[in-house]
């Protein structure tokens, strides 16, 4: 069973940062893509940052290009993402995404990042 776990969220000020974390099981990790989403309230779910399996190459929104960055511990099964410079913004649920090799995507249940201004 493919389970995902996000973990990191908060409330931080304006120009803070954050760590998030998504822990992952029931998939070969290391073999597929994940993604970072957020979705803010009344808005659509939007993809920010992407990074490979196999060589580690990302791809980042323009709206976080710079100040976010996305990493992958292979070995921990574990996804990050570092949120630096953020603004109110930023503030909305984060989610984990895998799509498997049936085109089917799972997704962690969200951790809440706040910033206030």
């Known amino acids: 069973e493919v389970q995902l776990v996000e973990s990191g969220g908060g409330l931080v000020q304006a120009g803070g940062s954050l760590r998030l974390s998504c822990a992952a099981s029931?998939?070969?990790?290391?073999?597929?893509?994940i993604s970072w989403f957020r979705q803010a309230p009344g808005k659509e779910r939007e993809g920010i940052s992407c990074?490979?399996?196999?060589?580690?190459?990302?791809v980042y929104a323009d709206s976080v290009k710079g100040r976010f960055t996305i990493s992958r511990d292979n070995a921990k099964n574990t996804m990050y993402l570092q949120m630096n410079s953020l603004k109110p913004e930023d503030t909305a649920v984060y989610y984990c995404?895998?799509?498997?090799?049936?085109?089917?995507?799972?997704w962690g249940q969200g951790t809440q990042v706040t910033v206030s201004s």
């Open positions: 029931g998939f070969i990790f290391e073999d597929y893509a």
């Open positions: 990074i490979s399996g196999s060589d580690g190459s990302t």
């Open positions: 995404r895998y799509r498997g090799a049936n085109l089917l995507n799972y």
